[in-house]
């Protein structure tokens, strides 16, 4: 009664990443030979990323009639950024599953207009790609004349741990676009 790799029916394995909820959800239909049988999502102990999942069965103990039934598969993993595409193993073989994502209004605290925050995301110890995600999440800046933008840290985490060991760097910014300003203009002098 060990878990295995499981058939999953055509057209019936999806991933959903939302934002709202900062999880990615994977869902799948297995076909099993009987209705005893359990079926889930894991997440693969390869540290690499984007992480790799498997839909596996396992048989219930007690007897079955048999008769092939589609048994739901589910699994809840930590929100992926900049994933469009994950792999899952499954016994048909390997499947590369698009991504749906789910944007979400109330995933940035709301100390400014959501537009003008963003928090990027990057595997291990890497600032400078974790900074450039936050970047590109504020998409692109319109600023007048005689205005600049700056674009300031706000933010810096650092993620570890989970059943698979993982570390993510999480970088926080926040644009500002503020007028130019010249040198002070003196006033003239009254006689």
């Known amino acids: 009664m060990d878990w295995h790799l499981a058939h999953v029916k055509d057209g019936t394995l999806h991933a959903v990443n939302s934002l709202a909820f ?3 959800f994977i869902n799948a239909v297995v076909i099993a030979p009987t209705p005893g049988y359990e079926a889930r999502v894991v997440q ?3 540290l690499i990323f984007p992480p790799q999942y498997a839909v596996e069965i396992r048989a219930k103990p ?3 009639p048999d008769v092939v039934t589609d048994i739901p598969a589910f699994g809840v993993f930590p929100a992926l950024a900049n994933v469009r595409e994950i792999l899952v193993h499954t016994a048909d073989g390997t499947k ?5 994502i789910i944007p979400s209004d109330t995933r940035e605290p709301a100390l400014v207009q959501p537009s003008n925050q963003a928090t ?3 595997p291990g110890y890497d600032f400078d790609a974790a900074f450039q995600d936050a970047v590109d999440r504020l998409g692109p800046t319109v600023t007048p004349i005689d205005f ?3 674009v300031r840290v706000i933010k810096t985490e ?5 059943i698979v060991p993982m570390t993510l ?3 926080t910014v926040e644009r500002v676009t503020v007028p130019v300003t010249g040198p002070p203009v003196a006033e003239p002098a009254h006689a």
Do not use: E, F
């Open 44 to 46: 693969l102990p390869i």
């Open 148 to 150: 600049i933008t700056h």
């Open 96 to 100: 590369t599953v698009p991504v749906a």
């Open 169 to 171: 760097t999480s970088v």
């Open 22 to 24: 900062h999880r990615l």
């Open 158 to 162: 650092l993620l570890t741990g989970g």
């Open 120 to 122: 990027g995301y990057a």
């Open 62 to 64: 007690g007897i079955w």
